[in-house]
């Protein structure tokens, strides 16, 4: 399950590898521990060893071995230990203890115990063997003393050492955990000043968090958060206007909508009673399409419609926008034509990219004077499907380029009855399929608009 806590996942992130590092202390404790148990053990045989080889005698010419008491008692610890012992001459002739006592097989040296471990009467022993020289005997009469013992008390030993050990190595742990716990709290309280204040402000209350009383890794959270609050005040401001301009835009042709009705309800004369009726006909169609378009802009933003992943054919979808408005182009004397240069399919939503290209043809038609021409070519290439639209138009000057985008922006002194929005649609929706678009010069002097848009992926 993943931690949701930062001071949890802090904490962990900190004790888990003292704790990696705790285990691998007990390791070496115990080792340690073990280590320490063995010398102790070591050391005790070899003075018992020492013990029994001085008391070893010459009597009469023959040796005599006698086991003193003190040489086992070393072992009474109170853990019932057994003790084993024999004593051998250099010939290998037993003098007393146990006869099949194990034995070492390293050559022995004069006076240096040797260590070893074995089994004995089905028991594990610690065992040392000394060589030893016969006190009154010749120089050559040697005897060797082997001293083993069972392992409780080591075991013991090893328990102790070690389990104390441990004991303080957790106990340590549990006091990390408390002062980093402790640290992790004051070491978060600056975030938490932050989250209050971030919670605590009104939620008109737009104006950027001061970064002066924060730490640096802080400020680049707060620079985040400022710029992500430019961004939501910069979107309420557009969204402001849109909604100012938009209510703007439909209260113009309402209220001549209005002042048409009245005129001709009250008028007496059929001829401009009839006026009148066509210009509510034409009022309300003006309005409608101002409708759609804003329909349709909605739709284009993010997260106003989900997006389809669709193949267009753009020629075939071109031509069918074009075939819709082939009586507009006729009726305003306008020479529309289409040249498809190649086969040319893209990626994105069909029924938007279809809205797009109709602003942008309606637009050409709209500001192109009568008796102009306006050309739409399709192509497609490695790099992408591209449509270009050229009028004859006035065209756009180039430092007003940008700004035709911004919604309901019109050029000072442009004829037509266009609301604005119709290349604020058009962007929309291209950037939303991932393409983009490039204002230029047509070859008339008039409006060159392409559409660049990503090549579809082969299904």
């Known amino acids: 399950m993943r931690i949701k806590s930062l001071r949890l996942q802090l904490l962990c992130w900190l004790l888990l590898p003292l704790a990696g ?84 097989s390293e050559r022995l040296k004069d006076g240096i115990p040797a260590h070893f ?64 716990l402790l640290g992790l709290r004051r070491g978060l309280a600056p975030l938490m000043r932050l989250r209050d204040a971030v919670r605590d402000r009104d939620r008109n209350d737009l104006t950027p968090i001061s970064d002066t009383a924060v730490q640096s890794e802080l400020r680049p959270l707060v620079e985040a958060l400022n710029a992500y609050m430019g961004r939501v005040e910069g979107q309420m401001a ?24 009245t005129f001709a309800r009250r008028s007496g004369n059929g001829v401009e009673r009839d006026q009148a009726l066509a210009g509510v006909e034409e009022s309300t169609r003006r309005l409608a399409r101002l409708a759609a378009q804003l329909l349709t802009l909605s739709r284009a933003e993010p997260g106003g419609r989900r997006p389809r992943d669709e193949v267009i054919d753009l020629a075939d979808s071109t031509r069918r926008v074009m075939e819709g408005l082939a009586d507009f182009a006729i009726e305003r004397g306008i020479d529309l034509g289409l040249d498809v240069l190649s086969e040319a399919t893209a990626a994105g939503d069909g029924a938007m990219l279809r809205e797009a290209i109709v602003n942008l043809v309606d637009n050409a038609l709209r500001y192109t004077p009568t008796g102009g021409t306006v050309t739409v070519t399709v192509s497609g ?9 050229e009028d004859s138009g006035p065209g756009i000057p180039p430092e007003e380029r940008e700004r035709v985008f911004e919604r309901f922006y019109r050029l000072p002194g442009t004829p037509g009855d266009g609301s604005g929005i119709g290349l604020s649609i058009v962007r929309e929706v291209v950037e939303g399929a991932g393409g983009h678009l490039v204002l230029g010069t047509s070859v008339a002097g008039g409006l060159r608009v392409e559409m660049h848009l990503p090549e579809a992926a082969p299904h």
């Open 21 to 104: 590092l705790m285990a691998l202390n007990v390791w070496t404790s115990f080792r340690q521990a073990r280590s320490t148990a063995d010398l102790v053990t070591d050391r005790t045989l070899d003075a018992a060893a020492r013990a029994i080889a001085e008391d070893v005698r010459v009597d009469r010419g023959v040796i005599d071995a006698v086991v003193p008491p003190v040489a086992l008692e070393m072992f009474d610890t109170g853990h019932r230990d057994r003790v084993y012992y024999r004593v051998d001459t250099g010939a290998g002739r037993l003098l007393v203890g146990y006869p099949d006592l194990p034995v070492t």
């Open 117 to 180: 471990a074995d089994t004995y009467r089905g028991e594990p022993l610690r065992l040392a063997a000394l060589r030893y020289p016969v006190v009154g005997a010749g120089d050559g009469e040697r005897i060797v003393v082997v001293v083993g013992v069972t392992l409780a008390g080591h075991g013991a030993m090893v328990r102790e050492l070690w389990v104390g050990g441990m004991v303080r190595q957790l106990l340590l742990l549990v006091a990390a955990a408390f002062l980093v």
């Open 238 to 261: 557009a969204q402001r206007r849109f909604v100012a301009n938009a209510a703007h835009q439909l209260r113009t042709p309402l209220a001549l909508l209005a002042t048409q009705a």
């Open 381 to 389: 290439g490695p790099d992408g499907a591209v449509l270009v639209v």
